[in-house]
Nanobody
Framework: QVQLVESGGGLLQAGRSLTLSCAVA????????MGWFRQAPGTEREFVAS????????YYADSVKGRFTISRDNAKHTVILLMNSLKPEDTAVYYC????????????????WGQGTQVTVSS
């Protein structure tokens, strides 16, 4: 079993930056690719970013490419999502997830999920 706990969400103005963290416990962290998804009200959960088990490879949704950066610390069992130049359309609940492959962009291919953290960006 893997437990994931997100933190760092909040309310902020467009153009600002925010860092989300995901603490992982319960299994061998380095065995899992890690990812972030988000879900706005009335929409499906969508892929944001992912990182390979070693941290050497990353993958981003087009909507966040160049603005968001995902990283991981295998010694500390944490995943970070640095979000720059935030836009109102980035408003959503952000979920941390663990799975077998960082190239998977659909929720069913990810095995474990956190409870989510709310990010609200005002214009």
């Amino acid at each position: 079993q893997v437990q994931l706990v997100e933190s760092g969400g909040g309310l902020l103005q467009a153009g600002r930056s925010l860092t989300l963290s995901c603490a992982v416990a319960g299994s061998t962290f380095s065995n899992y690719a890690m990812g972030w998804f988000r879900q706005a009200p009335g929409t499906e959960r969508e892929f944001v970013a992912s990182i390979s088990q070693s941290g050497s490879r990353t993958y981003y949704a087009d909507s966040v490419k160049g603005r968001f950066t995902i990283s991981r610390d295998n010694a500390k069992h944490t995943v970070i999502l640095l979000m720059n130049s935030l836009k109102p359309e980035d408003t959503a609940v952000y979920y941390c997830t663990a799975g077998p492959s960082y190239v998977s962009t659909t929720p069913p291919r990810w095995n474990y999920w956190g409870q989510g953290t709310q990010v609200t960006v005002s214009s």
